[in-house]
């Protein structure tokens, strides 16, 4: 048989095509999902998606409502002079709080640590801000019966600030809609029954006993010794 010749080199126009559809390829990525962008092209759509999710679901608004109720609130506090280091401790603690939760979903920096489940980190932080601000309002009022008008209005925001922290909590909700908890995610998987029937109908071997070892080779020996004896010598009848 003849060899065959070496294959003929592809056209260059063939692999400038081939070339086209691997980059168009690359191109054309899904609109709601990451895909497989990487780098500063992954960063720009997390950064798109983030924000949009953040304005859209009520949260950036709500919790702009709720930074300038309580930054308001810390000037009134300031503006008079007897007030208790308490108050102005919980709400520049919820300030900073606030500031944090903001940068990390304007930047999109949760996007990159999915080890944290922040839906529920946020929802844990409205309760506590509710909590803490409800404290600060019983707190300001049994401290001082006679406010003034800067205190009373500092009061006042603070109130408005937990309520729109309690109305952050009905929209974390949306996070929560259409997931459910698998259960029975620790049991054991139950062996299947069709392999189990199987096994049980085909026959098989038994396992050979430690003392039965070595058995079967020792009676053919013995057998082939005495067909030797048992046979006549050569040359007589």
Known sequence: MADKGPPHPAKPGEENKDEKKEGDQLKVQPKDEVGTRKGCRRYRWELNDSNKEFWVLGHGPVKFLSLGCLI?????????????????LIITMEISIFCFFILLYTFALHRYMPFILWPVAD?????????????????AVQKQPEMPVNYLIAVVLMGVAAFFAFLDIY????????????RNILVPPQPDKSAAAQGEKTPGKEPE?????????DKAAADKGKEKDKAPPKGKK
């Open 72 to 88: 308001a609130a810390l000037f009134l506090f300031w503006s008079t002079f007897s007030v208790h280091p308490i108050l102005t």
């Open 123 to 139: 929802l844990l932080n409205d309760l506590f801000i509710c909590v803490f601000l409800g404290g600060g309002i019983y707190f």
């Open 171 to 182: 929209f974390q909700r949306k996070h929560f809609k259409g997931k459910r908890i698998k």
């Open 209 to 217: 006993k430690p003392g039965d070892k070595g058995k079967p080779a």
